[in-house]
């Protein structure tokens, strides 16, 4: 193989260790590099590649700054007081310094990710604001209604909290289902959010109270008490609460289902594969060496692949280089393939290593193509089995095993989740719906990141500099995070609807009620959760990028298309149905109470 450029302008220099890739650690990168910084020859530019430059991404940056600022603006907007705002913030911060310096602690003794704590500071923050967030509001309401803030905050707390600790189990239990796809970084980035998750969870429900506690009726700003003073005769002139007509259920459903199927569309041509050179930012180090490697090699540079050939026993030195030609002219003759080398024989004669240059990067489907041809070859010479490993080889293996995974891992959440959510809302209908809406709002994110990272569009806005193939774990990362979401919107809305039904109100006046009661809070902890998600784009790590922005637009078109447009509309068309329940199985069903409404109707000041 070519070691130095035709025009003599560029030379590659490759760097063994005696360690793998993943057991490699960072200490050892980088001693690399500042011991070829520190030797500096004079008109000589060094680009590391990314499997070199590529350390640990920063934990918090400008982008994840300005996404709590949004979220401080919505608080302001939702709770009324600069007070009451500040403490889901200062809640959320002190649960991720306590998560991320926990998953930190056991970094030397367990091998993950440099990606893991990024996922938990994501998860903290934006569930730690939330779930503050229906704690004070439901606080708030009960105060301004009248209550005295000690029994506000109890009442908040069995109420809102219990549903709180609901919602952030439901979350914890899809991450930690991470374990069951077998590839233990994987497993690992789920237990790093299942340990943040739950850190906010009970921050949530033990400082607020006592901040609360703290506060007193200052949570309430002045205006907020003036206005409900005068809410009485407001109240009188209110127009009353009604079910949408049935025109607009048909066509709110119709409308959502358009617009999520189409924005899935590029999702039935995503391929999946681990980010290289080429993904990174356009003025790092790593993308620098990807293309001076491309410019000056070609594109198969940046990804050779390595074919092992198993030699028959007994062959002397003669007859293995006989075996190394045969070999070597088989593999010249496959398609894509630029050149071959031989580069090693083990010391027994039994093994013979190949380095193959194929005509495109390691992540073109030509390369992924040529993976598999190889493989598929047939034993040459009658008994010289091929093996192929390399980066493209691993992206295919990784790749094929995550998608293999998916629907298994799918199927466990969802199934556990729809049994759970058969037991509060006491339904097989609303389950389903909310499942059936989680699924398509999944296929939609899906295919808004294909078109972005996969196709290019907005790459230039978004810091995408070459479009390629979408990062293998992803899809289920994705799953974990967004099912648990949407379950928690959905609890908040549907448990409003069932408790007007079981009180008397007919079934579409419910989904009204219910409606109206939950809309405002779930408003506003998605414009949360997206806000927090979205300052994750900004940062240089494609692999941090990709998962701000398939977490934003998740929530962004679950919360909005799925949990506020469609699932009301197709429970208003259903009616009664939504809440049939078999006399069987309503017998053998505990009775879970998750907001705590048989509380609320025993409190002496309810």
Known sequence: MRLVSEDGATALATISFDLTRLELPQESKDAVIAHVEATPIDGVEVAFSTDISQGVPEILGV??????????????????????????????????????MAMLSFSGLVQMASVTPILGVMLGLAVGIDYALFIIYRHRKQLLRGMEPIDSIGLANGTAGNAVVFAGTTVVVALLALGITGIPFL??????????????????????????????????????????????AAAATAPAVRPMSTP???????????????????????????????????????????????????AGANGPLLVTAALPEGLDE?????????????????????????????????????????AEGPNSESTEALVRELRALPPIDGDVRLGVAGQAASNIDISEGLADILPTYLAVVVGLSFIIMVMVFRS???????????????????????????????????????????????????????????????????????????????????????????????????????????????????????????????????????????????????????????????????????????????????
């Open 63 to 100: 982008g994840e700054a300005v996404g709590v600022a949004l979220a401080a603006v919505v608080l302001v907007v939702v709770l009324g007081s600069l007070l009451a705002a500040a403490l889901p913030i200062v809640t959320a911060l002190l649960g991720v310094a306590i998560g991320a």
């Open 187 to 232: 497993g690992l980035m789920g237990v790093a959010g299942a340990v943040s998750v739950a850190v906010a969870v009970l921050i949530a429900v033990t400082a607020i109270p006592a901040l609360l506690g703290l506060a007193g009726r200052r949570i309430v700003g002045r205006r907020a008490l003036a206005r409900a003073a005068a809410a009485p």
């Open 318 to 358: 003669d007859a293995v280089v006989e075996q190394q030609l045969v070999v070597g002219r088989e593999l010249a003759a496959q398609d894509d393939v630029v050149a071959v080398a031989p580069i090693a024989v083990s010391d027994d004669r039994r093994l013979a290593a190949f380095q193959v240059l194929p």
């Open 248 to 298: 607009r259920a048909v066509l709110s459903a119709l409308l959502a289902v358009a617009v999520l199927g189409t924005i899935a569309i590029p999702s039935l041509s995503m391929r999946l594969g681990l980010p290289d050179g080429g993904s990174e930012a356009a003025d790092s180090t790593a993308y620098r060496a990807f293309t001076l490697t491309e410019d000056a090699f070609g």
């Open 428 to 606: 097989l209908l609303v389950p389903l719906i909310a499942t059936g809406g989680f699924v398509l709002s999944l296929l939609a994110t899906y295919g808004a990141v294909t078109a972005v990272f996969q196709w290019g569009w907005f790459g230039e806005l978004l810091g995408v500099p070459q479009p390629g193939p979408i990062l293998s774990f992803l899809p289920v990362i994705l799953v974990g995070i967004l099912f648990g979401l949407a379950m928690d919107y959905q609890l908040f809305l549907a448990t409003g609807m069932r408790e007007a039904y079981v009180h008397g109100a007919p079934a579409r006046l419910a989904v009204a009620q219910g409606f109206r009661a939950g809309r405002s809070v779930v408003i506003a902890a998605a414009l949360i959760m997206i806000a927090v998600f979205a300052g994750f784009i900004a940062s240089d790590s494609v692999i941090i990028k990709a998962m701000g922005l398939g977490l934003s637009l998740g929530v962004l078109l679950d919360a909005f298309l799925v949990r506020m447009l469609l699932v009301p509309a197709i429970m208003h068309l259903v009616g009664r149905g939504a809440w049939w329940l078999p006399r069987w199985l309503d017998r053998i069903l505990p009775d879970v109470d998750v907001e705590g409404a048989r509380l609320e109707r025993r409190h002496p000041h309810a």
